[in-house]
């Protein structure tokens, strides 16, 4: 059992050992080899009486009591470095780096960007695009967009936006509007998601007869694009569908619209430092544009 606090250096020779998850990357960030990494991780885990790494190979695993606290930790370094670059300014922002769903990326988050440097000039974004819910590796990142049921255990998850599902074709494929109409022609399918034609047509037409998708991709990009080259009509999440709609180079087939059972989520990766101002205004804008507007606004 303790009797004082560690060792600054120990705390953040753990911290680093943790995010990065080997002593030799821990040593490249704090500018220590990695045997001097090592050993003040084990004078902290001396100190304290307890494990906090599982040390297999090359990688590190935090234990339980590693996990727990983790968090208390990174959030005191995080707490240190915001409090002290707020009150002694240690000049122009740091950079944050944002991990998004390629569609999302290029269809929602790209178009949005102008407003967020005209509120943030001075900002540093670094902007990576990501395939579906896989998990943060490798990468320093500050905040990740992902979509799915919010499940997630390797970071807080904070709520972005659940949109609908609408079919989308050119106004030439449109016919009268009908779901029968819409049953007759190619349709458009993105793989892994759970809300499909199937069920679309399930819950609006349950007794027609729903083709198999002539064509199944692996973004909502690129089912827009299939759609926009006159291929068929695509199921696709509203969020994504509005420049297209815009231009009028696709108009909604039928009226009908499919609740998602899914949503995007802001993931924050455990171990980073999300106190910090310029990460913390991120997360609040990317609410801020994604939040509906308030019913009956004038």
């Avoid at 990501?130 to 979509?147: K, Q, T, V």
């Avoid at 819950?203 to 291929?231: G, K, M, T």
């Amino acid at each position: 059992m303790y009797k004082e606090l560690p060792p600054l250096p120990w705390l953040r020779a753990f911290d680093a050992s943790a995010r990065l998850g080997t002593f030799t990357l821990a040593a490249e960030e704090l500018g220590l080899t990695p045997s001097a990494v090592s050993y003040q991780v084990r004078g902290l885990e001396a100190h304290l009486g307890h494990m906090l790494f599982r040390r297999e190979r090359k990688s590190l695993y935090l234990t339980r009591l590693g996990q727990a606290y983790l968090p208390v930790v990174s959030k005191a370094f995080g707490d240190l470095e915001a409090t002290t670059s707020n009150l002694f300014g240690m000049g122009a922002e740091r950079e944050v780096t944002l991990r998004c769903l390629s569609s999302l990326n290029l269809l929602w988050l790209v178009p949005r960007l102008a407003h967020y440097r005209a509120q943030h000039p001075n900002s540093r974004l670094r902007v990576l695009s990501a395939y579906w819910a896989e998990l943060a590796s490798g990468e320093d990142i500050d905040i990740d967009i992902r979509y799915g049921d919010g499940s997630w255990s390797d970071g807080e998850v904070i709520p972005l936006m659940h949109n609908e599902i609408i079919a989308v074709c050119t106004p030439e494929q449109r016919g009268d509007g009908s779901l029968q109409s819409l049953a007759q022609g190619p349709l458009i399918e993105v793989t892994g998601v759970i809300d499909t034609w199937h069920h679309f047509f399930a819950l609006h037409a349950p007794d027609c007869p729903v083709p198999a998708p002539a064509y199944r991709v692996d973004q909502s990009l690129i089912a827009l694009e299939l759609a926009a080259q006159n291929l068929g009509a695509a199921l696709i999440a509203d969020v994504f569908v509005q420049p297209y709609l815009d231009r009028g180079t696709l108009v909604q087939a039928t009226e009908q619209r499919l609740p998602a059972r899914q949503g995007h989520y802001l993931v924050l990766p455990a171990g980073q430092n999300h106190q910090r101002p310029e990460v913390t205004a991120l997360i609040e804008w990317l609410r801020e544009v994604a939040r509906p507007p308030a019913s009956g606004a004038a």
